[in-house]
């Protein structure tokens, strides 16, 4: 679990986040939304340890960041992965030497061992066969599973993605969704997505906050969300041409 109690965050005098409290469960898919600007990168990197609060603290299970040592920080930043927005593979690596890169630099695990993890993270991405490949010579939908693989390779606590599904189609964005929550409940991580992506909303949204000018403006679940009467909310939300078609066919029901 992660909780974030009234954090604030500036930069050269601009406030970027305005006191910010919610809750993260383990073991669920948390979705943050929200449109450009609204704050939700710079609170993502704040949870990630890249940013400190000005007020406020974040605390993972129970250990407030923020009362830790130098040394005792890092070691907790050790137990995040990351899914970055363009997968950031290392172009001249192979798959299987992209996920085995944080064994590498974060473990003292033999070759043997790390082989041995590599291939049971690529098997639960469905990518058995790629082990040998360039990123160059596989797809976009399997260079993020690639990349889920990287992320979960250390056996996390944390699992922090940024716009997952950024340049994928409806198909395979549906498939990496799936993929992540059910990565999250087998292994009973704390995840957190940032996210445009409003099937990513309906599809996993176990818990949705959304961002406005620094601000959290809203929170629920993936039913909920349809049901708000916050305009901003529904204004986002309702800009995509799918949820209009949902929205009018709940209004022909009634």
């Known amino acids: ?23 993260f469960e383990r073991g669920k898919t948390n979705l943050v939304i929200g449109t450009s600007g609204s ?11 890249l940013f400190t609060p000005e007020e406020g603290s974040i605390c993972y299970d129970g250990t407030t960041y923020s009362d830790l040592t130098t ?16 997968s950031a593979l290392f172009d001249s690596m192979t798959v299987a030497e992209n996920v085995m890169f944080p064994l590498m630099m974060f473990t003292k695990q033999n070759k043997e ?52 599904n950024s ?15 059910e990565i999250t409940e087998e292994y009973n991580i704390t995840t957190i997505i940032n996210t445009h992506d409003m099937n990513s909303v309906m599809e996993i949204g ?17 039913t ?6 916050n305009e901003a909310v529904t204004d986002f939300v309702y800009s995509s041409n799918l949820f209009k078609k949902v929205r009018d066919a709940q209004l022909k029901g009634l």
Not at 207 to 221: H, M, S
Request: glycine letters at 8%.
């Open 113 to 164: 061992e790390m082989q041995e993890r590599v291939n049971a993270v690529l098997h639960r991405v469905n990518l058995e066969n790629a082990h040998k490949k360039l990123p160059s010579e596989i797809s976009g939908g399997m260079q993020k599973r690639v990349a889920i693989a990287r992320a979960i390779v250390t056996r996390p606590n944390y699992l922090f993605c940024d716009e997952p």
């Open 167 to 181: 340049g994928l189609d409806p198909r395979t964005s549906i498939v990496i969704d799936n993929l992540i929550k």
């Open 1 to 23: 679990m992660i909780e974030v109690r009234d954090i604030h965050k500036s930069f050269h005098g601009e406030k970027i986040l305005k006191g910010i409290t919610t809750t």
């Open 39 to 49: 704050g939700k990168t710079v609170f993502l990197k704040c949870m990630l340890g």
């Open 206 to 222: 176990e818990k949705i906050i959304f961002l406005r000018y620094g601000l959290l403006e809203w929170e629920g679940d993936k």
């Open 71 to 86: 040394k005792e920080q890092r070691n907790l930043r050790e137990q995040m992965g990351m899914v970055f927005q363009g």
């Open 224 to 229: 909920q969300i349809f049901k708000t009467d």
